[in-house]
């Protein structure tokens, strides 16, 4: 432990006389430099070897005390000036020998002290002794020494004219001291006459005249660059010109940093942007530093050698003020250095981002005028890109620099592709100096001007535009530039919305579609289902496409369909889905429009589906509908005949099928009302208000029509609600709808059976009368009961039942009632469970479906708990 310590105060004692005793002068050889370092180490070991006074003990208060009585005779500034650092010298908690630190100080205070006195010839008495190792009175000769060894860095005193070759003591001489240090010695040159003579610490003056080039990263004699980011100093040079040349290496490292960044080539258009400002940036600099040479030459011009350093402040120019000249410039080089750093990695609009933030963010003045004057070189690419977007509509930027970036997986299938998937709004890349809604305008004015383009084919008008309104675009202009986007949404906008209203009849086709596949034009529909009837009752493998398309053209010709315009007739046709086994032709009907590009950007392949779907309800709905009518017509025209006749014995089975036939009746009309007239109608109302906003898009339009579509599939029970399938449950409903129909019919069938068997005996009875016989024999009962009679083919009637027997007869009645009364009941409870879930909705409308069809409370609404569901 002790070595170690007497290691490290050998170091310490080392490195303060490396600091103190000044370095070898040119007038001065090498082992008089020795023979000085040896002297002041045998001085100061003396001082370390001393034995302390009997007066002082290891009490830092006591030598505090020592210090401030001195002090006293100075005047009470020096005393309140010693208590400050006194006090700072406290709360070091590194310093342990505290007492010795001021001890070994104010040891160093008398010898000076005697110093004075020395050369003065006394002070009143009031010098202290000042003992050496020995405690001997040091001798006046030794003084010179002393101070020159302990004498500011680069500041020696001149030694006195009778104690330069005093000798050393014998105690001072006898003691082994290091070798004073050769990394201090400075470079060395070969004269003439072969001897070698050390260099001299340069000049303030020499300095000055190297400091140009060193500003502009260039080697010179005396501050040569010896690796890219180092700038070697001469070791010799005192420290305050240290600290000045450490101030001015700043901005030469930097220049020469930025200026390797300048000569690069990486990055985007924004990214040379950025490299432009900086290199005019640069250039300003390199002004600068021009003015600060030609004053650095007319000052060196104007010194007199015989002042030395004094002559630099007489002619104006000395380091101290080349730093106080250069401050500004090293502020700008400092922020130009830590934009480049920062902006490794980024580009485009992030590099734009990153700048303005220093702008925006910083409460330095001269950071907001620096950056924002760099924004306005930096902003080019980007505004020049903009200005292609919003004028021609086109993307020109090759470096994906842009907000705005085309999607290399886009295949161009329709309109519906160019305008959805061709281009894609990257919010990563969004520059700070534009907000989210300028960049989803300046998103879709480009995009719009595209799609005129290609889309809509009307190129010419797109390049009259451009021509007419484009105008050059800067950063710092915010007024215009709003005025710029503004400008352009509104006339693409307009030109948008009249090329496909006027041009492509966007109106006229979604006015169509309601018409034809949602069912809206009504003489159509039921001329089209009378021509179709018979032939999609039968199987749908036996149905023909120039059948049905000969039937729709029926349809058209004997409706008002037909004064639609061609445009629009054309593109309706008729055709049958996928087949599936046991499926008749009113499966697989189904009608079709057909909707051409640029119409398809709105009427998207999701939108056809989801017409298709509609329709396919509807026409299910449409044909249960006509089914019971057809059956509830037959009933009205036979009860005035048919029915009449067998009321005694069939009275009570058709006034029970007369009710639940119209319950069925009263559902399907009012679904048909409510998704007709509450869903569809005010569907097309709300579309038709959000198409005709005057500041209406493309987007506005595509959002409406998918709106409008989806409010009709689920307000219309084919979306569902909260975990409700409505579709099934009405489905559901049709097919026992059907089937109550098909039950009716054998009802009829039957009643028509009774009457022809009642009429056929009433005539044989009044023939056999007439003829003056019984009325009736056995043989004609069994011959009635087996009638050999046929039905003619194109009776609408339909078949008559065969009555072989009474126990037939009886049990095929009580089939037909048991069927209807299965039947009804079914009915009703399915009904129930609907309105139910009807019931419980959030959408009023489909509430009040539920309150139309049970108006009169017939009904007992059943809300199934939905966990038990499946």
Not at 248 to 258: I, N
Not at 535 to 556: F, G, K, M, V
Not at 750 to 779: K, L, N
């Amino acid at each position: 432990m002790a070595s170690t310590r007497e290691e490290r105060v050998e170091n310490a004692l080392q490195q303060l006389l490396e600091r103190l005793v000044p370095a070898q002068s040119q007038e001065e050889d090498e082992a008089t430099a020795d023979q000085r370092w040896d002297e002041a180490n045998e001085l100061a070991r003396g001082h370390i070897d001393a034995a302390p006074e009997a007066g002082i003990v290891d009490d830092v208060n006591q030598a505090a005390d020592l210090i401030k009585r001195r002090l006293l005779l100075r005047g009470p500034e020096q005393r309140a000036k010693f208590e400050g650092l006194y006090s700072r010298l406290l709360a070091q908690p590194v310093l342990g020998q505290k007492w010795a630190i001021l001890y070994f100080l104010m040891r160093v205070a008398e010898g000076r002290e005697k110093e004075h006195a020395n050369g003065n010839g006394g002070v009143d008495g009031q010098v202290v002794e000042y003992d050496i190792v020995d405690g001997a009175a040091e001798d006046e000769d030794e003084a010179p020494v002393y101070n020159e060894a302990f004498a500011r860095n680069g500041l020696p005193r001149m030694p006195s004219a009778h104690g330069a070759d005093s000798a050393r003591s014998p105690a001072l001489r006898d003691r082994a001291t290091p070798a004073r240090p050769r990394s201090q010695q400075p470079a060395r040159e070969t004269p003439v006459d072969g001897k070698m003579e050390e260099k001299a610490p340069p000049t303030e003056s020499a300095l000055l005249r190297d400091l140009p080039f060193t500003l502009q990263g260039l080697s010179s004699t005396n501050l040569p660059f010896s690796v890219k980011k180092s700038l070697e100093l001469p070791p010799t040079l005192p420290v305050p010109l240290i600290s000045l040349l450490h101030t001015l290496a700043e901005p030469s490292l930097l220049y020469r940093s930025l200026a390797e960044f300048v000569d690069s080539s990486e990055g985007g258009l924004v990214g040379q942007s950025l490299r432009s400002a900086i290199g005019l940036e640069l250039r300003s600099y390199l002004g600068l530093v021009a003015t600060l040479e030609g004053q650095i030459r007319r000052a060196l011009a104007q010194l007199d050698e015989s002042l030395r350093q004094a002559g630099l402040g007489k002619a104006g120019v000395t380091l101290k003020r080349c730093v106080v000249w250069t401050r500004e410039a090293t502020l700008g080089l400092r922020l130009m250095s830590l934009i480049v750093d920062s902006s490794r990695g980024k580009k485009g609009g992030e590099l734009i981002s990153l700048i303005h933030n220093f702008s925006s963010s910083h409460g330095d003045p001269f950071v907001h005028t620096f950056t924002e004057r760099l924004l306005t070189h930096i902003t080019r690419p980007f505004y020049s890109m903009l200005r292609a977007w919003i004028y021609d509509g086109e993307l020109e930027d090759p470096y994906a620099e842009f907000f705005i970036s085309e999607n290399p997986d886009h295949e161009d299938s329709g309109a519906t592709s160019v305008w959805e998937h061709k281009y894609r709004l990257q919010h990563s890349m969004i520059p700070t100096i534009i907000t989210g809604d300028f960049a989803n305008k300046v998103f879709l004015i480009g995009k719009s001007l595209n799609f005129i383009r290609y889309g809509c084919s009307d190129g010419a008008w797109v390049e009259s535009y451009s021509k007419s309104a484009s105008r050059e675009l800067r950063h710092g202009d915010t007024a215009l530039l709003a005025t710029s986007i503004d400008e352009a949404y509104r006339t693409v906008m307009a030109r948008l919305i009249h090329l496909m209203e006027d041009k492509f009849a966007l109106f006229s086709h979604l006015h169509a579609l309601k018409k034809y596949l949602l069912l809206g034009q009504g003489d159509f529909i039921a001329l089209l289902m009378e021509s179709l009837a018979s032939n999609l009752d039968r199987p749908a493998n036996s149905q023909y496409r120039h059948t049905l398309t000969a039937q729709l053209e029926h349809a058209i010709r004997n409706s008002n369909a037909q004064y639609d315009s061609a445009d629009v007739l054309r593109r309706l046709d008729a055709r049958m889905l996928e087949l599936s086994h046991g499926e008749i032709g009113w499966d697989v009907f189904t009608l079709e429009y057909r909707v051409d590009s640029p119409l398809d950007v709105i009427v998207t392949p999701w939108a056809s589906k989801q017409y298709l779907k509609v329709f396919n309800f509807l026409w299910r709905v449409k044909r249960v509908e006509f089914a019971l009518s057809t059956t509830w017509r037959r009933l009205q025209t036979g009860a005035r005949g048919v029915l009449a006749a067998v009321v005694d014995k069939l009275g009570p089975d058709w006034k029970s099928a007369r009710g639940g036939l119209a319950e069925m009746i009263h559902f399907v009309d009012q679904l048909q009302y409510y998704i007709l007239f509450e869903v569809i109608e005010a569907g097309w109302s709300a579309l038709q208000t959000a198409m005709k906003k005057p500041d209406a898009t493309l987007d506005t339009l595509i959002g409406a029509h998918t709106a409008y579509l989806r409010s009709i599939t689920r307000k219309g029970l084919l979306g569902g609600g909260a975990n409700v399938d409505f579709t099934a449950q009405l489905h559901e409903l049709l097919k026992l709808m059907l089937a109550y129909k098909d039950a009716v019919d054998g009802l009829y069938s039957y009643s028509v059976a009774e009457f022809t068997r009642r009429q056929d005996m009433a005539a044989r009875i009044e023939t056999r009368t007439r003829a003056g016989r019984w009325g009736i024999t056995e043989v004609d009962e069994d011959s009635i009961h087996s009638p050999t009679q046929r039905r003619d083919v194109d009776t609408p009637l339909p078949p008559l039942i065969p009555l072989r027997s009474d126990g037939d007869e009886r049990s095929m009645l009580e089939q037909l009632r048991q069927r209807l009364k299965s039947l009804e009941v079914e009915f009703r409870g399915k009904v129930n469970i609907l309105l139910g879930d009807l019931a419980y909705q959030p959408d009023v409308d489909m509430r009040f479906l539920g309150v139309v069809m049970n108006f009169n409370g017939v009904y007992e609404p059943v809300r199934r708990r939905r966990g038990k569901r499946e």
